[in-house]
Nanobody
């Protein structure tokens, strides 16, 4: 199983930027699909973006497309989420997740390993 640790969250004003990092350790990394999800208080966990580590192909939710970018550094076993033009509605705990087989998925249940999350708060 892979262990995931998120970092980079914090408090930012609307319109600002943050970059989240997800450091992975444990089993082989390069064949995985990595995803970012978020969960706001009282809401279900929702898909943000995902990347196939072998090809670099990415997908992103419509709500963040054009503002958030997912990327990876396979040599560092790290995945990033660059978040620009942040809005108050982006406030949530952001989770990194690993899917060890198959194509990427927007469903949380498809992911095998999860980090503990990092808080992102966007003030208006």
């Amino acid at each position: 199983q892979v262990q995931l640790v998120e970092s980079g969250g914090g408090l930012v004003q609307a319109g600002g930027s943050l970059r989240l990092s997800c450091a992975a350790s444990g089993r082989t990394f390069s064949s995985y699909t990595m995803g970012w999800f978020r969960q706001a208080p009282g809401k279900e966990r929702e898909f943000v973006a995902a990347i196939m580590l072998s090809t670099g192909n990415t997908i992103a939710a419509n709500s963040v497309s054009g503002r958030f970018t997912i990327s990876r550094d396979n040599a560092k076993n790290t995945v990033y989420l660059q978040m620009n033009s942040l809005k108050p509605e982006d406030t949530a705990v952001y989770y990194c997740a690993a899917k060890t087989s198959g194509y990427y998925s927007v469903s949380p249940i498809s992911y095998d390993s999860w980090g503990r999350g990092t808080q992102v708060t966007v003030s208006s």
